[in-house]
């Protein structure tokens, strides 16, 4: 079992915490080198909130649109929650805030955040009815450090699903949905265990071996 203490996480959800119940699991595990000290929302009525509260998470919300247009303030205040619990690594689990420069550099290498694509496709919203449109034949999951640019910055792990025929959107997003309850974990595990080492925008795992298949579809 590894000496280092625990990383503290703290996760940002917007919605149903899906991702964030995925991470919860993972952390149980006795050798797993992160832990979960709060989960906070700027949606108090995420259903996420209630389902980490169960579990026993501390939990806070910051409603956003008490703040106007003032993100600032808003991240601020979110900053200073975070600073509370004694935040090590921001995870960001369905958080649908664009974040400032400011905030972006206060967590700088220690944020990261999943995308419903492969990045570089498809960044933003709607990633699977675009994924469907443009006939892609495969398509996923991606977990990358944040940097100021929405949806660009190193990547740490990505899973691939395949597209099939007669895929409407929302098949789709539960195949690539089921990919994500796999990678975040194992993200979350290399960053925080201190594996991931980020070289330019090359973000290399110690220690990982890939399958060398090819996936041909
Ligand atoms: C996921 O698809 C994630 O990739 C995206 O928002 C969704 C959040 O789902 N950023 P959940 O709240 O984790 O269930």
């Given at each position: 079992m590894s000496t280092q203490p625990k990383k503290r996480v703290g996760v940002l959800i917007s919605g149903r915490g899906s991702n964030m119940l995925s991470l919860i699991e993972a952390a149980?595990?006795?050798?797993?080198?992160a832990e979960i000290v709060v989960v906070g929302s700027n949606r108090p009525d995420a259903q996420g909130l209630e389902r980490a509260a169960a579990e026993g998470f501390a939990t806070f919300a910051l409603?956003?649109?008490?703040?106007?247009?003032d993100r600032e303030a808003f991240e601020q205040d979110l900053h200073a929650k975070l600073t509370e619990h004694n935040v090590d690594l921001l995870v960001l689990a369905g958080f649908l805030r664009l974040l400032t420069p400011w905030f972006v550099n206060q967590w700088q290498g220690r944020m990261i955040n999943i995308h419903p694509a492969l990045l570089p496709s498809f960044p933003g919203l709607h990633t699977h009815e675009r994924a469907l449109k443009e006939g892609v034949r495969i398509h996923g999951a991606t977990v990358h450090f944040v940097t100021a640019e929405m949806d660009v910055g190193p990547i740490i792990s990505q899973g691939v699903v395949p597209v099939l025929d007669g895929d409407n959107p929302e098949d789709l997003a539960a195949r690539v949905l089921a990919v994500e309850h796999q990678i975040y974990p194992k993200a979350l595990e290399a960053v925080a265990s201190g594996k991931a080492k980020t070289e330019g925008f090359r973000v290399k795992i110690e220690g990982s071996t890939p399958s060398k298949e090819t996936f041909i579809y």
């Open positions: 149980k595990a006795p050798d797993y080198p409603d956003h649109r008490l703040y106007g247009k």
